[in-house]
Structures are given as structure tokens and as C-alpha cells.
């Protein structure tokens, strides 16, 4: 893996003018071997003396993407797309390991635990840099809520106190060109559980197109949801309480890297034990027919029995893309969006 020389930036020529929402902070930050060490300030003459950062080693995160439910319909078909893309692929079940023999499944790093439980993510998200939760079920109400909420709404909060991650960037000081300012990165970082936004400055100019070289954590995390359908959400008001719920955290941890893919009916081959149901034979059929029949679904009562079917691999094709391509539109991806983006996948 290469290995990335922080003072070789420092002799790049153009600046950066962002200027993003920021948190003062006092303490002066040095880089050592991958850590960030508060230094202090200095003042000479009532102004702020600030060392230049010196060179050192920083090894980027190769991209680690975490399947919550991966043993699952949805989320083993996500691991079989995460692997074809050369991504290091972990999951986290209930039941660990999977039941599947098929070659892929020796590819994958299995964890045992339970979400509802939040310490029970333990090691699984170390070196994550993305998520993708497939976690859901059916039951009563109150287990609906806790399974596609409450499990899911303690995946979000664990993943996203983990690591530092590049918060902004920002001059300080006057003149403009090569060592005309001062250059601050602004790092989100989660220290004694509490998250908080640090500084490190430089004296010179500091500039690279693509601050990822500096994160660490979980950048990205895609949740499976499920499309609105009417009265079926008032019969299974925890199910869809639950998703809603897990939807309305994510936007708010992971306002520019939460994704929510809002499918309807998922076909494709579904493995119960020994048996295969081939869920396609209906799915395929209708997804041809009602995917140009949108205007349908704005009948009323019955409108939302016209939302397409959306084939297993499909889903799989967008979730891994919105959890590793940052130009990924953060938010809400209906049953419409998934299909438009495999498409383009495809192409």
C-alpha cells in the first residue's frame, strides 16, 4: 500500500477556498504515525507562533466495507457485489458465520453479535471505512420496532463515533501563494465518547483535490429500507415505525454519507434451508411491466400496489456503489432511483 508524505503537499500551488462550519480549538495538532498529539500554542509578541507540521508517514485505509445481516437474501448478494469489486469484505449477524457453502463465503470476515445490544459491534468496525445494514425482520409490533430500528439506530451511532475523519479546510492568516497563510484542517474525531472537531495547522500552503489521504472511520453507511405502501404500513406500523425511525438517525449522523435505498418487492432466487424459491418467476415479470407504469401509483388506496419489483442484484449493484463512490448522492433513493443507477451500472 503507498504510503502518503504529509509535507510533500505542502509545495502544491493551489489553494483550497473552502469554507465549511468549524469548531475553534486551542490545542495545535502534530501527525505521528497515523495519531494526532495536542501540542499547545505558542505566542511571541501577543501572535500565534505555529510550527511547521514536519514529514511523516501516513498509510490511507484501504477501502473496508461492513455487511450488517450478510448471511441474509439481500445481504449475502451485497457481499457476493463488494467482492467482484476487490473490496475487503467483513459482516455481522446474529448467527456469524453463514450457512452457505458457495466459494464466496470464504472471503468473508464473519462476527457474531447481536445489535440490540450495542457493545456488541466490538472489533467488526475496526478499520471500516464504510456500512451497509440489510437488518430487518418481521414479529410483533414491538419486535419490528426494535429490529429495523432500534438495532439499526445503535449500528449508526456506533460507526459513527469511530476514527477521525476530514471535517474541512480552511485558511487562516493573510497573503495569498505559496507560504502566504496558514492552512487548517478541521478533524471530527470521537475522543472519551464525546465527538469533537480539532485543528491542525500548518504554516505554508497545504493543498491536495481529495482530503480522503487524512480520514480514518466510517465515511459511508447505506441502509436497505423499504418503500411506502399504504395500508400494509398501518397493519405493520412497528415495521415501518422501525425503518422510519433508522432513516431519520442516519440523515442526522451521516448528513453527506447516508444513503437510504427504498425498494419494494425484492425478487430473485431465495434460499429457506434446503430449498429454493425462485422469487423471479412473479418479480421479473411485473418489475418489465409496472417500472413504466409510475403515474399508476398515484392512484388512491391502491396506488401503491404499482410500485415495481426490483431484482436482488440490482439493489446489491447500488448499495456497494453508494457506500464506496463519495459522488454518490447522499439522502432517499426510491424504487425508480435504484433502477435508473443499476442501469448505469450495467452500462
Known sequence: MKKTIISRLLHSQSPPFL??????????????????????????????????????????????????????????HICIEALAHGLDVSSLSRSGKSSLHDPWANDIVWHQGDLLSPDSLGNALNGVTSVISCVGGFGSNSYMYDINGTANINAIRAASEQGFVVWGVRMKGKGKGIGGGKLVLLLSGCAGGERRVYELRVNKYCWTPNC????????????????????????????????????????????HGGVILRPG???????????????????????????????????????????????????AKVAVRAAVDPAFPSGVVDVYGILQHSQRNAA
Open 19 to 76: 469554507k465549511p462550519h468549524y469548531y475553534r480549538d486551542r490545542s495545535l495538532f502534530a501527525a505521528r504515525n497515523g495519531r494526532f498529539l495536542s501540542t499547545g500554542s505558542e505566542k511571541v509578541d501577543g501572535s500565534s507562533k505555529l510550527e511547521e507540521a514536519e514529514s511523516v508517514e501516513f498509510t490511507p485505509p484501504k477501502e473496508k466495507l461492513l455487511v450488517l445481516g450478510g448471511n441474509g437474501f439481500v445481504g449475502s
Open 212 to 255: 480522503s489521504w487524512m480520514s480514518s472511520g466510517v465515511k459511508r453507511f447505506v441502509y436497505i429500507s423499504a418503500a411506502d405502501f399504504g395500508l400494509v404500513n398501518y397493519l405493520l406500523k412497528g415495521y415501518y415505525a422501525g425503518k422510519r425511525s433508522t432513516e431519520t438517525e442516519l440523515l442526522d449522523k451521516f448528513l
Open 265 to 315: 418487492f425484492i425478487h430473485g432466487t431465495r434460499r429457506v434451508g434446503s430449498l429454493h424459491l425462485p422469487l423471479s418467476i412473479i418479480g421479473a415479470p411485473l418489475e418489465m411491466v409496472l417500472r413504466h407504469a409510475k403515474l399508476l401509483t398515484q392512484l388512491p388506496l391502491i396506488g401503491p400496489l404499482f410500485i415495481p419489483p426490483v431484482k436482488v442484484t440490482s439493489v
